[in-house]
């Protein structure tokens, strides 16, 4: 993978995470953008066997957030996020940041619940589990951890 690539996806990722914190949400041009340059970058780059990296990356990061989706757990643009992400740093990879992305944003779940239940002590537990919190955040801790675990010898 070429070394600008991962850079690709962390310039996206910067305003995905400002856009998603002010308006809670994440605009179908940004995923859209990151995903057809990610698609074009991998096959200037690497030909045919580029494109296939990205094609797979973008089925795991969408699979992977796929079933949270359909139980409500996050939004489509979240979704949509880790799939241009994925694309951008292939199969093995993009399973790597989705899943670290499920670990970060359910540390930061568990946080969030935490500080809510003790401040709102009126707060019922119904009510506290429909708590969202913008996601884009937790993909973009996660993806960072996954690029730095990659740069680790021993590991990958």
């Known amino acids: 993978m070429a070394e600008f690539i ?3 996806a962390l310039s ?10 002010r308006h809670h949400r994440i605009p179908n041009w940004l995923t859209g953008s990151l995903l057809v340059a990610a698609i074009v970058v991998q096959s200037i780059v690497q030909g045919v066997t580029g ?3 990205a094609l797979g990356g973008m089925l ?7 079933v949270p989706y359909l139980k409500r757990g996050m939004a489509a643009g979240d979704v949509k996020l880790m799939a241009a992400v994925g694309a951008c740093l292939g199969p093995t990879l993009a399973l790597l940041a989705a899943c670290a992305s499920l670990i970060v944003g359910g540390g930061i779940a568990v946080l969030l619940l935490t500080y809510r239940y003790y401040r709102e002590s009126t707060a019922t537990v119904d009510a506290l ?3 969202r919190f ?3 955040s937790a993909i973009a801790i996660g993806t960072s ?12």
């Not at 795991?60 to 796929?66: A, K, Q, R, S, Y």
């Open 6 to 8: 991962p850079v690709l």
């Open 12 to 21: 996206f990722l910067v305003p995905a995470v400002w856009l998603d914190h």
């Open 51 to 53: 494109l296939g990296m």
């Open 60 to 66: 795991v990061g969408f699979g992977v957030f796929l």
């Open 129 to 131: 589990l429909l708590t």
């Open 134 to 136: 913008p996601y884009a």
């Open 145 to 156: 951890a996954a690029l730095i675990i990659k740069e680790i010898p021993w590991i990958l």
